[in-house]
């Protein structure tokens, strides 16, 4: 099965793709009304929109804030303890549910192993049953997603970062997939190459995803300017291992390569001797 990731609604009624997902909030903090007819994706961490709002930004122990100006991050981090803002979340989550039952939670977590060291972590840590900050830090996450859950009545998808090592994502982010499992009905990886010009590495972090979960996963590649036969290399790659391909960002694109793909799937069907 084939699928798309896009901001554009007439794009997620394209016949090529079995499945769509429609941002209706993403890292930039636009938003948009949830549409019936794809799954509706919100950006809940990531939030460049909020960068100049000091209260509500993850700070690391050193005090600097989670901001696309660092070197390393690609956008603005939201802390995952800011009450008001979690609210506001789930507001969105649960506004999209009523429009489409399927929900997908993207940006979950913390943005990086060192953070977050708010005063209002630092307290709340303290405050808490935990001894062990990674545990507490988990514990924020689990909790934020139990409660998301809550408010979709069918299927709840979320991206987790590809990293399938065991262990690499709860000290990064926060997120315990094991403790998020039982909420999650299906995961989304996103794999994203400039030219997947080579795909072994794809094929490792495939691999790695199919052995570390127990709950079905996708793999979404990126499209963008991405030429069609090393896209089609990697889907053929991916779909070894991931219950759906879903294309990010040029659905344009991503049509040719299906078609291309569906084009030399017949060219070398066989029908007994010529």
Known sequence: MYGVVT??????????????????????????????????????????????????????DEGTPATRNQPYFDWTYVCP?????????????????????????????????????????????ADSEFEDWSAWRTNVITEFVAEARERVPGDMYLTLY?????????????????DIAEYVDEFVVPIYDMAYSTTYWLEILAKGWQDRLSTPFSIELYAVDVDVDDLSKAVEVAEEYAETVLFGYDASNARATIRRMNADAREGQSFGPE
């Not at 979950?108 to 840590?125: A, I, L, N, T």
């Not at 590809?162 to 094991?178: K, T, W």
């Open 7 to 60: 901001r554009n609604e007439e794009e997620t009624e394209w016949s090529e793709f079995d499945r769509a997902f429609y941002e209706v909030k993403d890292v930039t903090g636009r938003a948009v009304e949830p549409i019936a007819g794809a799954v509706n994706m919100v950006s809940c961490f990531g939030d460049n929109a909020v960068e100049s709002e000091e209260d509500l930004l993850a700070f690391d």
């Open 81 to 125: 303890t800011h009450d008001r803002y979690r609210e506001g979340l789930l507001d969105i989550i649960e506004e999209a549910a009523a429009v489409n039952e399927d929900v997908r939670l993207d940006d979950v977590g913390f943005p990086r192993d060192e953070y977050c060291h708010c005063d209002r972590c630092e307290q709340r840590f």
């Open 162 to 178: 590809p990293d399938p090592y065991p262990g690499h994502l709860e000290a990064r982010s926060g997120v315990a997939v094991d």
